[in-house]
T-cell receptor, first 112, second 115 residues
């Protein structure tokens, strides 16, 4: 019942931008896109989220297409510590709150 | 402000035994979510609880699994008569409210191994 599709792995050179794509073609109008990452099987760490507009914070930028069927997470200057599995998540409403539907994630390896 | 706490971090059980996993949400958070992660897979939602209430258990297996979040104390995920297929990492998350911007904060997880 995954709502997102991501490439299984990507490499990125240290210091360069890492662009991680995600397809969510069945997303509904009120469902947000969230990005988390998981380093060494630790608990997932929040990165950024958005609905329609592009978003930027101190960690990353999120670009969402106008039709909302896909998005891209951008890490502007990747470091070795950014090596992790990155999950693109659709947040769906349920019983008065929201639950996360995780995809299978992209394993990003930042190379020295 | 301590983050979400889970214990034990590692748990080994033999087939047929019971496993109890504990989760203490962040201070001020009254919403708790449990997820399961099988090896090389993403996290799968299991159950959502508020204090003393199960709100959504659509991801819980129908048998052997139960969850609670009592008025006092941590949330407990209980697995009875464990089988090898229950071996996984179990993550708990908490959020302060059910509002639009209720980012979920995850704990470090409990890794269950069934021998």
């Amino acid at each position: 019942d995954a709502k997102t599709t991501q490439p299984p792995s990507m490499d990125c050179a240290e210091g360069r931008a890492a662009n991680l794509p995600c397809n969510h073609s069945t997303i509904s109008g009120n469902e947000y896109v969230y990005w988390y990452r998981q380093i060494h099987s630790q608990g997932p760490q929040y990165i950024i989220h958005g609905l329609k507009n592009n978003e930027t914070n101190e960690m990353a930028s999120l670009i969402i297409t106008e039709d909302r069927k896909s998005s891209t997470l951008i890490l502007p200057h990747a470091t070795l510590r950014d090596t992790a599995v990155y999950y693109c998540i659709v947040r769906v409403a349920t019983s008065g709150t929201y639950k996360y539907i995780f995809g299978t994630g992209t394993r990003l390896k930042v190379l020295a | 402000n301590a983050g979400v706490m889970q214990n034990p971090r590692h748990l080994v059980r033999r087939r047929g035994q019971e496993a109890r996993l504990r989760c203490s949400p962040m201070k001020g958070h009254s919403h708790v979510y449990w997820y399961r992660q099988l090896p090389e897979e993403g996290l799968k939602f299991m159950v959502y609880l508020q204090k003393e209430n199960i709100i959504d258990e659509s991801g819980m297996p129908k048998e052997r699994f139960s969850a609670e979040f009592p008025k006092e104390g941590p949330s407990i995920l209980r697995i009875q008569q464990v089988v090898r297929g229950d071996s996984a990492a179990y993550f708990c998350a908490s959020s302060p409210t059910s509002g639009v911007d209720n980012e979920q904060f995850f704990g470090p997880g409990t890794r269950l191994t069934v021998l």
